[in-house]
């Protein structure tokens, strides 16, 4: 598979640092992915259908995500939650009433939308609210925006996650996951 494509424009989102943050995930022991689709996810979701070592969960809608990782959390199964800002915000409730409720280990990969750069009007308004619900919740989280350091707080990030019992967010920088320095 190529680029994902809008209409008939190429969207440069990363294959390559998509790949980094994949293997770091698997390197981390997550057997399981689910994801509502997504432009700057396209390559992880992609790589987890095509991966028989791992499962991938599509779901309807975010919270159905949180559910999918407290089930397997109970099996035994170190999972990730894909989504983007507005799939957080929507999340919210299952975050809360679920795996903060009953300490279960949560990790949030969330593509860091409406940041400078952003051309999608309606991706603007969740990237200014996501960090501080995220530091009201209590939930610790960090920018991923170098390929150099994402194996390292990927692990690290799991590590707080089962360790904790808690919900823990990771950010998806455009740096990291679009190639066009431009925009």
Wanted: no cysteine; aromatic share 4%.
């Amino acid at each position: 598979m190529g680029r994902p494509q809008r209409g008939s424009v190429p969207l440069p989102v990363s294959q390559t640092n998509s790949n980094v943050v994949y293997e770091a995930l698997k390197d981390a022991g997550v057997g399981l992915l689910s994801a509502l689709p997504e432009t700057w996810l396209v390559h992880l979701i992609r790589m987890a259908e095509e991966d028989p070592e791992m499962i991938l969960v599509r779901l309807a809608k975010e919270e159905e995500g949180v559910g999918v990782s407290m089930g397997a959390h109970l099996a035994g199964m170190k999972s990730a939650l894909l989504m983007q800002n507005h799939g957080y915000l929507a999340a919210i409730n299952g975050i809360v009433s679920g795996a903060m409720l009953y300490k279960i280990p949560l990790l949030m990969l969330i593509s860091d939308r409406g940041h400078l750069g952003e051309q999608d009007p309606w991706q603007t308004e969740g990237g200014k609210y996501t960090r501080r619900i995220l530091d009201a919740l209590g939930i610790v989280r960090d920018d991923l925006t170098l390929p150099e350091e994402v194996e390292r707080k990927v692990a690290r990030a799991m590590a707080l996650a089962q360790s904790s019992l808690s919900p823990v967010a990771l950010l998806l920088s455009r740096d990291l996951m679009w190639e066009d320095p431009v925009s």
